[in-house]
């Protein structure tokens, strides 16, 4: 492999993981950077898009924090930074928040990385009747859609390190 291919930037899936930029795993992603730069694309389009729908960055980073407790992965958990205001604080920590909206968005959360398999077309409408629009909901879907395929990537990522 040539150098060229191993020069690269750490990104957030390789803090998650804890990769050394030294090691094999870091290496072997370098050998694919359309995977490296669109997994960092990704992160990016759910966490800061053009067009925020009413869901700003920090809330959608307490989201993404929030989903990303259940994984027990603390480098992470540091990668969706703590939000400064007090009730996007909660919701980032899993807490119960105060207002209907975040309430619904820490339930839905929660199902979503703890037990998606649960979900049902009804937990959308509570979405709704929390007053969320469809776009909105989308967005919500797609940030804990990232934020689950970055817990299952981290974690096999870490194990091939620890084996290396």
């Known amino acids: 492999m040539s150098r060229s291919q191993t020069t690269r930037a750490v990104d957030a899936m390789d803090c998650a993981a804890g990769l050394a930029p030294d090691g094999a795993i870091f290496a072997a992603r370098a050998r694919r950077p359309e995977f490296v730069d669109g997994a960092e694309a990704c992160r990016v389009a759910v966490l800061t898009p053009a067009d925020d729908l009413g869901l700003s960055p920090e809330l959608r980073r307490a989201i993404a924090r929030r989903a990303a407790l259940s994984s027990g992965n603390a480098r992470l958990i540091a990668g ?7 009730a996007l604080a909660a919701l980032a920590t899993g807490q119960a928040p105060a207002t209907a909206r ?10 979503i990385a703890r037990r998606p398999g649960q979900s049902t077309p009804q937990d959308l409408t509570r979405l709704q009747q929390a007053g969320l629009s469809v776009p909105q909901i989308i967005a919500v879907s797609e940030l804990l859609a990232f934020v689950c395929f970055e817990i299952r990537v981290a974690h096999g990522l870490a194990l091939l390190e620890a084996a290396s």
Do not use: F, G, V
């Open 80 to 86: 969706y930074p703590m939000p400064d205001d007090p």
């Open 102 to 111: 975040d309430a619904a968005l820490a339930r839905h959360t929660d199902l």
